[in-house]
């Protein structure tokens, strides 16, 4: 039995998490910053740091404590080391590298997207080739694998994340950051009226962009405010939501007719959404060849660091350990090796 003891701080999120042998999560302990970010409407680096720095070590011994694990039980330490913010990232890594030096554990520098993608192997174990869908804050891309940690972007985002426009359309709607979670409630009593662009869909390729929708959701509402005129912010999250989830499902199965793909797993914050999550669920089943469809339960979703601990398993098992000078890579690359 491998036990990893896992630790997440790339954004606004301090987490620690108990694995075993990369499937079983004996503890997964997430401080969330939301309620400090909220009145500046968006994540203020700086704030993120100093909430990393009061949590990390009582995060880390909840961890523990929950897990029903000592120093003895833990195999090796997992951290993220990118892609995130870089101060936010070095909090995780800098308690990780001093308890793997104290402790003496190996030490495993695990990417955040391939973290969302091994959510899934907590419900059920991988099976390779599959296609994944990461749907997250700074992250749109389609990512196809072969075996383990073997991945392959084929489709990315060419401007914003869908997250990303998610919480700017909701800052305009007036919403509390982060604005997907309520978009999406809203989006579940509003109807598609606007009919809003769906940029690419006709397109040869498995890229999105998301700008030109956020632009003209966010003229409407601004026209509207012009025209004193009254719109429902329930029918704006509908509209917006059905143009976005017909771009991602749409290339999606496009992107499953040309690869060989056993799976289909859903990955990242926006994995939690419910108009997607259903959209998918129905179009697999319209495939001419059968997909099995992964959706993490919604407490994986978002940003924790089970996820860390169950990719960082397979790390191990390839021998991919770092050494104690790991420093933060705020923009690695899901397909590249470290550094
Ligand atoms: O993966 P994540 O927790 O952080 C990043 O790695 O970026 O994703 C956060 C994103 C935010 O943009 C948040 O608004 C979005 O996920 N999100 C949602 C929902 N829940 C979270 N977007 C749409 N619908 C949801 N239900
Ligand atoms: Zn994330």
């Known amino acids: 039995m491998t ?21 079983l999560i004996k503890s997964n302990i997430v401080a969330s910053q939301i309620a400090s970010h909220k009145r500046f409407g968006g994540v203020v680096p700086e704030v993120a740091s100093r ?31 990118g892609p995130g913010l870089v101060g936010a990232l ?83 709607l007036g919403l509390p950051y982060p604005g997907g979670k309520k978009m999406d409630e809203l989006a579940a009593v509003g109807q598609d009226v606007f009919d809003f662009p769906r940029a690419m869909i006709k397109e040869d390729n498995f890229d999105f962009s998301f700008s030109g929708l956020k632009s003209s959701v966010i003229n409407r509402i601004h026209n509207a405010k012009q025209k004193q005129e009254e719109l429902d912010p329930a029918d704006v999250a509908a509209s917006f939501q059905a143009a976005a989830v017909s771009v991602l499902v749409t290339k999606t199965v496009k992107a499953l007719e040309e690869y060989p793909s056993k799976q289909l797993i859903l990955a990242g914050g926006v994995a939690a959404n419910k108009g997607l999550r259903s959209a998918l669920k129905q179009a697999v089943t319209q495939l001419t060849k059968p997909v099995e469809l992964l959706i993490p339960p919604f407490e994986l979703c978002g940003d924790n660091a089970a996820m860390i601990g169950l990719a960082a398993y397979y790390y191990y098992q390839k021998g991919l350990v770092t050494s104690l000078d790991l420093n933060a890579y705020p923009g690695w690359d899901i397909d590249l090796p470290l550094g």
Request: hydrophobic fraction near 45%.
């Open 3 to 23: 036990r990893i003891l896992a630790i997440e701080t790339s954004c606004d999120e301090t987490s620690a998490a108990i694995v075993d042998d990369g499937t």
């Open 51 to 81: 909430h990393h720095i009061n949590s990390i070590n009582p995060v880390i011994d909840l961890a523990l404590e929950e897990g029903d694990s000592s120093w003895d039980d833990i195999d090796a330490i997992a951290v993220t080391a």
């Open 90 to 172: 070095l909090i995780g890594i800098t308690a990780a590298k001093t308890l793997a030096f104290a402790h003496q554990k190996p030490l495993i520098a695990v990417n955040h997207m391939a973290g969302h993608i091994y959510a899934n192997n907590a419900i059920k174990p991988l099976e390779f080739p599959l296609m994944a869908l990461i749907v997250s804050g700074g992250h749109t891309q389609l990512v196809h694998m072969t075996d383990h940690l073997q991945f392959e972007v084929i489709g990315d985002t060419r401007d914003d994340a869908v997250g990303e426009a998610y919480d700017k359309i909701g800052r305009v």
